[in-house]
């Protein structure tokens, strides 16, 4: 992971823990989880460097992956993977059954053609396809479902796919709220779900209180706790909470694995890198934004290990 510099570590210190709250409600035939993912969303902003825009499309991507992941045990774990046509491309996001997230958009930055009115992403995916991997620990196989997106909306767009991909209704709420300087002031999100079970009334009921419900972002920013706000917006539901499962964003990514890259190159690739650099040569993880260096001698040695391995 990349160091994060002094000055931001004390900003980060200052926000809340992240926490992910999964709970059960209506008599156990609603399932759903809250998010507190401040300190992430900062996290990926600053090591990826992102604006505004950018870090509210991946926030936006990290929020839902989480929320997904909240039922995970042992090694499970997804990706959601957006392919689209607008101005943002697409973006990759992985969670796992530890609470650790990384990803990245397709397109940085994004290009504006003129100032913001509003957050409405819709004209910056365009069209285009949602698909959710898994990987689950007892199946080992993974499973992808896709969908066509259909509101341009992240959160509108997950919810889509579970009802057509696996006929449950579920609600998701996705909110990155940023200050008047444009920092991350708190970013959260809520995952609601119908069990086979549930009452068709009690479902309309709670999708009514669910488009009724304020920003999530903007009660975490005022210091609420994510719990609180389950039991004070949904307490006619009765709700209760199974754990608390700490989130991060965190990618595994390290040396080995980066120089490995150089190993996979063509060599004639590779003695163009040797001899041009310019050095030292820098590689970044996709997934983190991470910079790996190399300078001329840690080159020669890459150079020298593939040419006695293709002999």
């Known amino acids: 992971m990349q160091i ?61 992956a989480c929320l997904m992941s909240a039922g995970f045990k042992g090694k499970d774990r997804l990706t959601l993977h957006v392919d689209c046509s607008g101005p943002i491309k697409g973006l990759v996001v992985e969670a796992n059954s530890a609470g650790e997230v990384r990803g990245f958009l397709k397109n940085v930055p994004i290009p504006v053609e003129k100032p913001l009115e509003d957050f409405n992403l819709s004209p910056f995916f365009g069209a285009g396809f949602l698909s959710v991997t898994r990987t689950l620990d007892k199946t080992k196989k993974p499973f992808t479902g896709t969908v066509m997106m259909e509101h341009g909306s992240l959160a509108k767009d997950l919810a889509h796919y579970y009802l057509s991909s696996e006929q449950i209704p579920t609600s998701f709420s996705l909110s990155v709220k940023f200050d008047s300087q444009g920092n991350v002031a708190a970013a959260g999100g809520l995952f609601l779900q119908a069990m086979p079970d549930a009452d068709d009334s009690v479902v309309r009921q709670i999708e009514d209180r669910v488009v009724a419900l304020p920003s999530i972002g903007a009660d975490l ?14 307490k006619d539901f009765s709700p209760y909470f199974l754990d608390r499962r700490s989130v991060s964003f965190h990618c595994n990514c390290n040396r080995n694995q980066i120089q490995n890259i150089f190993t996979m190159l063509p060599m004639d690739e590779i003695n163009d890198i040797r001899e041009k650099g310019p050095f030292p040569v820098e590689i970044r993880c996709h997934h983190c934004n991470t910079r790996y260096t190399f300078d001329r001698e840690q080159i020669d040695r890459i150079t020298l290990a593939r040419t006695s391995k293709d002999g």
């Open 4 to 64: 994060i510099q002094p000055e931001y570590d004390q900003f980060l210190n200052d926000i809340e823990e992240d926490g992910l709250h999964p709970f059960l409600m209506a008599d156990n035939t609603f399932r759903g989880a809250i998010l507190n993912g401040s300190r992430m969303v900062n996290q990926m902003r600053w090591n990826h460097e992102l604006g505004i825009l950018e870090t509210l499309v991946l926030g936006h991507g990290y929020l839902g």
């Open 221 to 234: 920013a005022k210091g609420a706790d994510p719990q609180s706000f389950v039991n004070y917006h949904l």
